[in-house]
């Protein structure tokens, strides 16, 4: 996506932050992860396209490093004349790369919108632009919480990527035979696109244990044990974390992942620790 790659084709997403504090650490942290050379940045947002205006003030304050970015757009609770209009100033704005999301349900009876699925997202992103920009979708190697099994969830990841996407960023995992087995499965089914392993430091076991349960990512129980283990120790969790999601990005790597994407949290020191004993 650039002509100065990190060597090892790292990339960093972040979220919208809703103070102007958050907003001022958030430039810190993109210039530290900037001066890295990745590939792209990645921005989220919200439930229910809350923060949309947030995440494009956010991808343009993000993307005044030089580094590509990438905003999240997602089908849910978005009709298409509003899709419509959101990629016609993103495209203004310079930005060249999405990640197309079907998004959270709503809660309650809000509307599902006239896209349902991520799948008709990338279809209808490619028709209203053509190839102008580089599509990345989601991919679930532990399974998508709502998939009644793995194999349908990889037919379901299958049909986004024929739907014309370039690359796919799976949610973060700690096992590494889970995303050898879903890469295994989806090139089985034709898929030939890079799907570049998502990567979750660990800094906090409480924090890591809610957000893993609501999204369906697996912590394997040694690694639970461990940083049970630590109760409050904030260095002990901070080193065993380094360490462990440090032997993971690296049999990744050896395995011939093509790449990784970092999710920050709009931090630096958690993913620059990983990154550099990569580099070591």
């Given at each position: 996506m650039s002509s100065h790659e990190h060597p090892l084709g790292i990339s960093f997403e972040f979220f919208p932050p809703s103070t102007d504090a958050g907003r001022d650490k958030l430039i810190h942290v993109r210039d530290e992860l900037a001066a890295r050379k990745p590939r792209f940045?990645?921005?989220?947002?919200?439930?229910?396209?809350?923060?949309?205006a947030r995440t494009r003030e956010v991808v343009r304050a993000v993307g005044e490093s030089g580094i590509n970015t990438a905003p999240h757009?997602?089908?849910?609770?978005?009709?298409?004349?509003?899709?419509?209009?959101?990629?016609?100033?993103?495209?203004?704005?310079?930005v060249e790369s999405l990640v197309a999301l079907r998004g959270d349900m709503p809660s309650g009876m809000g509307s599902i919108g006239e896209l349902r699925y991520a799948n008709e997202l990338v279809e209808f992103i490619r028709a209203e632009t053509g190839d102008h920009f580089d599509i990345a979708v989601a991919a679930y190697p532990e399974s998508h919480p709502q998939a009644p099994n793995l194999d349908k969830d990889v037919e379901n990841f299958a049909r986004k990527m024929k739907a014309g996407a370039n690359m796919a960023i799976t949610q973060y995992f700690f096992t590494a035979d889970a995303y050898f087995n879903f890469v295994d499965k989806a090139?089985?089914?034709?898929?030939?696109q890079p799907i570049i392993p998502g990567i979750m430091p660990i800094t906090n076991y409480t924090k890591l244990a809610r957000f893993s349960d609501a999204c369906g990512a697996e912590i394997p129980r040694w690694i639970?044990?461990?940083?049970?283990?630590?109760?409050?120790?904030?260095?002990?969790?901070?080193?065993?974390?380094?360490?462990?999601?440090?032997?993971?990005c690296q049999r990744l790597l050896e395995g011939g992942a093509p790449g990784l994407h970092f999710y920050t949290l709009n931090q630096a020191a958690p993913v620059l620790r990983i990154v550099d004993n990569l580099a070591g």
């Open positions: 940045f990645s921005v989220t947002y919200g439930a229910g396209g809350s923060t949309q757009l997602s089908c849910i609770g978005s009709e298409k004349a509003q899709l419509r209009d959101l990629l016609a100033q993103y495209r203004e704005e310079g090139r089985a089914l034709g898929v030939e639970r044990k461990q940083l049970e283990s630590y109760g409050d120790d904030s260095e002990a969790i901070t080193a065993f974390g380094t360490d462990v999601v440090s032997r993971l």
